[in-house]
């Protein structure tokens, strides 16, 4: 089986990124980027974010998650530390975090180490959830095999009986992530595929160094 597609193209013509217009702290022109991303209207999940890590196997891994909340330090999202990602991020805390916001013809590339967050901001996050979700992040052991969508949702059904009309606690072993930037990219698409790279690097004074790069 094979399908060629090299007919897929795109002309990027929308917008343009210049030294000029960059801030020198590159959380100032992220704020500004997904500010105008929600003010687009254009995406239902404007902070859905691809992050990769070095599995125990040794080979790199993607998926997608939800950005939860960013600031000054960084940027931060919530999972179960029992996962594969968790597992992962426990052996080698520096990952890679994506966007692709492709209605604005934009993506942006960030390398950063992982920490926990403090129990407190876990916890605070966890209150916020649905009780739906709350119950979810207990009864699923994430990443672990099961036999059958049945032992899933037999799981989830004996805890809505447990947690009827109580508090439901969040379980220890789900959790905050920070992941603090040292390498912010900024892309831009432009013409004839010269688009505008424009990359953020961390220095032992906390100052940031403004690059371009050849697209």
């Not at 020198?24 to 890590?53: D, G, R, V, Y």
Request: neutral net charge; proline residues 5%; glycine residues 6%.
């Amino acid at each position: 089986m094979q399908k060629d597609l090299s007919n897929y193209r795109k002309s990027y013509e929308k917008q343009e990124l210049l030294e000029s217009n960059c801030p020198k702290n590159p959380m100032e022109l992220f704020k500004q980027w997904f500010h105008e991303i929600e003010e687009s209207n254009s995406s239902e999940e404007s902070n859905a974010m691809t992050i990769s890590t070095i599995g125990l196997d040794g080979f790199p891994k993607n998926r997608v998650v939800l950005l939860k909340k960013f600031t000054w330090e960084g940027f931060i999202f919530y999972t179960n530390y029992n996962s594969e990602k968790g597992k992962a991020i426990a052996k080698n805390p520096n990952v890679c975090l994506s966007f692709f916001w492709h209605t604005l013809e934009r993506q942006v590339i960030i390398k950063g180490v992982t920490e926990k967050t403090s129990e407190n901001i876990s916890d605070g996050y966890f209150e916020s959830r649905p009780d739906g979700s709350k119950l979810g992040a207990i009864a699923s052991n994430q990443s672990e095999t099961v036999t059958s969508r049945e032992e899933l949702d037999n799981k989830l059904k004996i805890l809505e009986e447990k947690y009827e009309g109580k508090e439901i606690p969040r379980p220890k072993h789900w959790g905050g992530y920070l992941v603090k930037p040292i390498s912010i990219e900024f892309w831009q698409g432009r013409p004839n595929r010269m688009h505008d790279r424009i990359r953020y690097t961390l220095l032992e004074n906390f100052d940031w160094k403004i690059e371009r790069l050849a697209p």
